[in-house]
Nanobody, 128 residues
Framework: QVHVVESGGGLVQAGGSLRLSCAAS????????WGWFRQAPGKEREFVAH????????YYGDSVQGRFSISRDNTENTLYLQLHSLKPEDTAVYYC?????????????????????WGQGTQVTVSS
């Protein structure tokens, strides 16, 4: 049985930082690319970041480019998202998921339907 658990969210002031973790079990973590999405109340799920199977390539949504950093540890079956320079508009539930459709490029953002094995999410709240 696959388990994906996000953690590390919380309440932080604008300009602050957080580190999110995503621990996966019940699947071979290293054979998948992985992604982070977020969803604010009343909004669609938004692409945040994606990382390749080896961690050699990473892609980011325009709204987080230069502020967030995705990484992975295949020996620990864990995905990370480092959040810096947080803004109130970053407030959302953050989800991780395994990429199950291959792409030739990431010139446009991937869709949630390209991922599976979603966790329950972790809340990030940024106060102004």
């Amino acid at each position: 049985q696959v388990h994906v658990v996000e953690s590390g969210g919380g309440l932080v002031q604008a300009g602050g930082s957080l580190r999110l973790s995503c621990a996966a079990s019940g699947l071979t973590f290293s054979v998948y690319s992985w992604g982070w999405f977020r969803q604010a109340p009343g909004k669609e799920r938004e692409f945040v970041a994606h990382i390749s199977r080896t961690g050699g390539r990473a892609y980011y949504g325009d709204s987080v480019q230069g502020r967030f950093s995705i990484s992975r540890d295949n020996t620990e079956n864990t995905l990370y998202l480092q959040l810096h320079s947080l803004k109130p508009e970053d407030t959302a539930v953050y989800y991780c998921a395994a990429g199950v459709l291959s792409r030739t490029n990431y010139n446009n953002n991937p869709y949630p339907s390209e991922y599976a094995y979603w966790g329950q999410g972790t809340q990030v709240t940024v106060s102004s």
